[in-house]
């Protein structure tokens, strides 16, 4: 039997004026006349006293509308030169029915609108009618009723193709009909994603057309009938409960439709639960990093930026009760959070369904981030925010107006603001920073982010884990390619969501496969984190991986280079992929058959470098990346890849070296350093050359116990680092408990971070992170001797015995200390001992 609804499968239709009056209070203050119409049942009288009442009332505030058009038309062609220009471009393109939709123009003959079909995201975003508000502002500028008529067919057409569904039931899926569509349908116009962000762009384009001639009392009447209908459908839908970033939008949406209407019968009601709605949702969604649980970045931005609208609109723009004191709290660490993640030029990185659009090999110059941070300096008066958004948009200063253009402008900014490596821990990110970090204009900077978070809530997350997107000087070299252009993108499941389109490892040979490490999952972590002057430490694991576990280091010597180490421990011998994306370009192939290197011209390039003893075969594969051009998208990028297959386990280390604009490498020459027979069978290392007579060597144990070497070396950890300069060794680091080079050494009774330098020839700097209880340290002058010790701005004069080449401490020592070996009973410079 076909499906007949009745009028109780009907909650949220408003048929008629009868309906739409019987949805008001008409014993609002100001009403009087329109209750008087409507009890006398003269509709359409009550309807123009009702619309003019709606122009002229005072207690509730839009951003702008008809009184303040001169004003905002002057000061965007003042402040904002070229935006008319452009705001009539797109505008035309709307009045012709062309609308460009992530890549592609889609166009209607004659008006004759499509709603619906089968493609499911730029339908999707074509019911979102954010091109609404390009018609108004272009009737502002320039006053043409053409632009009305073009908004209205728009409105009118979408009115009379779309009746809101009857059902109040769930439903998924099945061919579209009215009476079939639910709120979470895969496509179509009453999506609620859709809904709520629809309806907050209708009445932003209606307050540019409120005054105009042909915006007759009965175009009114079915706009606010619809407007109706969109506030009951999308409460009922709220009312389920669910928390995303979907609830955010759609009480974001009707926010300021309940707020201007408040003599609506449901309307304090609806306000009320959107609040509770939005605080809820901040609080819940948003950990204690300030990430949102998608854990992805785009989505994450549109959480904050339109959670910020709502509550200026609600607080800041009309003075009624805004969100709690912790769902504020939680809204200012959604910016705190994009701020830690920036990258140098200011740029973001990417993480799942995010797109990521790169100008082939350009140099990535420095920008503004104003359409994000913009709005979050004029709701926080946060210098950060100032500084990172650069300017404010002609978008906000229509939003915001006047009086949030001078706010913005009245917030110093920051000029030496700047970022340190940090570990987020609920996320489970790492960022590696030196440098500035922070709006580099002078490009000496270098940044990775070490991204060992699990899948996100929802459906946006990528087969990207232990991912890591790297970006020296003034470009990203190691980039991760985002989602393509669209949802539609034929390659958007087939490439840009496998393992293959991101910077990990495949493990057997099926890269499409997904992984499904749901959200809060143990089985990705973060295990180790350090940082300190001289190096950042990360390492991260995925277990599980088809049986596989994955072990992936990255050790920063800060300034200059990364090494990457992955290890693999399971049974078998899989086959194994170690994957870098570069950005669209030229990638040189060096004379040992393994090492690539970029050539991009005027920027920064990459060299990468395998050196460890493990055999790889080493190849250059085709990946995709987007400009964000509509006509040129999924153009071919180079992915450099490294193969093996033996018994696991297996290593995979890896140099990834970067070079500023017009430097060239060193010649790396790397070699391997056997561990001493009958140590530890774990131990290994290797050395390359890092500078101008500059050899850096590795020294690593997987077992963590002792391992000794064949050229005398010894450690007792996880990682040893040392530096050699001019044939003599200048720095040693250590990842454990001791590490002995020649004449220095470190010793630590449990796990530690430590780092000896040598300044001077007398003169050294010492870092630990734990008390150390041993130092050793070359001495090259005879006779009586003695080492003193700076810290804290005191000198002080430390037990040590002093052999025939070195000299041995042994007192605790922790923090960052200065070391100086002098004569005894001598005077050190400017010292004061205690």
């Not at 140099?363 to 946060?382: C, K, P, T």
């Not at 604009?661 to 290797?686: H, L, N, Q, W």
Request: charged share 30%; aromatic share 12%; proline share 5%.
């Amino acid at each position: 039997m076909p499906f007949a609804p009745t009028q109780a499968q009907q909650p949220f239709r408003i048929a008629d004026e009868q309906a739409f009056f019987s949805g008001i209070d008409l014993n609002y203050p100001g009403l009087g006349e329109v209750k008087e119409a409507v009890e006398a049942q003269r509709y359409d009288e009550a309807a123009e006293r009702y619309f003019r009442f709606l122009g002229r009332r005072t207690d509730r505030r839009f951003m702008y509308g008809p009184e303040n058009r001169d004003e905002v038309v002057a000061d965007l062609r003042r402040l904002y030169p070229d935006f008319e220009r452009k705001t009539l471009e797109k505008a035309e393109r709307t009045l012709a029915y062309e609308l460009p939709i992530e890549g592609t123009a889609y166009r209607w003959e004659h008006g004759d609108i499509t709603w619906r079909n089968e493609n499911k995201e730029w339908i999707n975003i074509q019911n979102r009618m954010a091109y609404l508000n390009d018609l108004g502002l272009a009737y502002w500028f320039t006053g043409d009723e053409k632009y009305f008529d073009g908004w209205w067919h728009w409105i009118e057409d979408w009115i009379a193709d779309n009746p809101v569904p009857d059902h109040t039931v769930e439903l998924t899926g099945g061919t579209w009909a009215p009476h079939r569509q639910s709120y979470t349908a895969p496509h179509g116009p009453w999506r609620a994603l859709e809904t709520g962000i629809r309806i907050g762009n209708w009445l932003q384009s209606y307050h540019y057309f409120a005054d105009s001639p042909r915006f007759t009392t009965e175009r009114k009447g079915r706009f606010f009938r619809s407007a109706m209908e969109h506030t009951r459908y999308l409460y009922d839908y709220l009312k389920r409960g669910a928390c995303g970033n979907w609830e955010t939008t759609v009480s974001s949406g009707i926010i300021p439709l309940v707020v201007l209407m408040p003599e609506w019968k449901n309307s304090e009601d609806i306000l009320r639960f959107c609040r509770t709605t939005l605080s809820n949702n901040l609080k819940a969604a948003v950990n204690d990093d300030g990430f949102q649980f998608e854990l992805t970045v785009d989505y994450h931005r549109h959480v904050g930026e339109t959670a910020t609208k709502a509550v200026y609109f609600i607080s800041e723009l009309n003075g009624l009760p805004g969100l709690d004191d912790e769902a504020m709290d939680k809204l200012r660490k959604t910016y705190d959070l994009i701020a830690r993640l920036k990258k140098p030029d200011n740029s973001n990185p990417s993480m799942g369904d995010m797109g990521v659009y790169f100008k082939h090999a350009r140099s990535e110059a420095v920008h503004d981030d104003a359409d994000f941070f913009g709005r979050a300096a004029v709701l926080f008066g946060d210098p950060v925010y100032k500084t990172l958004a650069g300017s404010f948009t002609a978008e906000d200063y229509v939003y915001f107006g006047k009086t949030g253009y001078d706010r913005f402008n009245g917030i110093p900014t920051l000029p030496d603001l700047a970022f340190e490596s940090l570990l987020l821990p609920t996320s489970r990110l790492v960022v590696m920073r030196s440098g500035k970090a922070c709006r580099d204009e002078e490009g000496g900077s270098l940044y990775c982010l070490f991204d060992n978070s699990p899948d996100g809530a929802g459906s946006h997350n990528h087969h990207d884990y232990l991912n890591i997107e790297l970006f020296a000087y003034d470009k990203t070299l190691v980039v991760d390619p985002g989602r393509g252009v669209s949802y539609n993108d034929p390659l958007f499941t087939a490439y840009y969501r496998t393992v293959r389109a991101h910077n990990g490892v495949q493990v057997g040979t099926d890269g499409k496969r997904q992984l499904a490490k749901k959200a809060g999952s143990d089985e990705v972590r973060n295990e180790a984190w350090e940082s300190n002057a001289l190096y950042d430490y990360a390492r991260g694991r995925l277990r599980d991986y088809d049986g596989v576990d994955h072990e992936r280091e990255l050790f920063f010597v800060k300034g200059e280079y990364w090494l990457l180490r992955d290890r693999l421990t399971g049974e078998g011998s899989p086959v194994l992929k170690q994957y870098f994306h570069t950005l669209p370009g030229p990638v040189e192939r060096q004379a040992d058959s393994l090492s690539f290197r970029t050539r991009y011209a005027d920027c920064a390039n990459l060299c990468i470098v395998p050196v460890g003893k493990e055999p790889v075969v080493a190849s250059i594969e085709q990946g995709y990346m987007n400009t964000g051009n509509e006509h040129d998208v999924n153009v071919p990028a180079p992915i450099i890849a490294y193969t093996q297959q033996k018994s696991l386990p297996a290593r995979f280390e890896t140099l990834l070296f970067p070079l500023k604009k017009g430097e060239e490498p060193p010649v790396f020459a790397p070699r391997s350093i056997a561990a001493e027979d009958g140590a530890d069978t774990t131990a290994y290392g290797f050395s390359f050359v890092s500078g101008p007579e500059r050899r850096d060597r590795f020294y690593r144990s997987d077992s963590g116990r002792e391992g000794r070497f064949d050229d005398g070396t010894m450690l007792d950890g996880t990682l040893g680092f040392c530096r050699e300069q001019d044939g003599r060794t200048t720095l040693i680091a250590l990842r454990g408990r001791t590490f002995a080079e020649g004449d220095f050494a470190l010793r630590s009774a449990c796990d530690n971070d430590a780092w000896l330098r040598r300044d001077s020839t007398d003169r050294y700097t010492l870092y630990s992170r734990e008390p150390l209880n041993e130092i050793s340290l070359p001495v090259e002058k005879r006779g009586r001797r003695q080492i003193v010790c700076l810290q804290d701005g005191v000198w002080k004069r430390l037990p040590a015995d002093f052999g025939t080449r070195k000299a041995s401490v042994r007192c605790p020592l922790q923090g960052t200390v200065v070391l100086r070996i002098e004569p005894k009973n001598g005077k050190t410079p400017d010292a004061t001992f205690r």
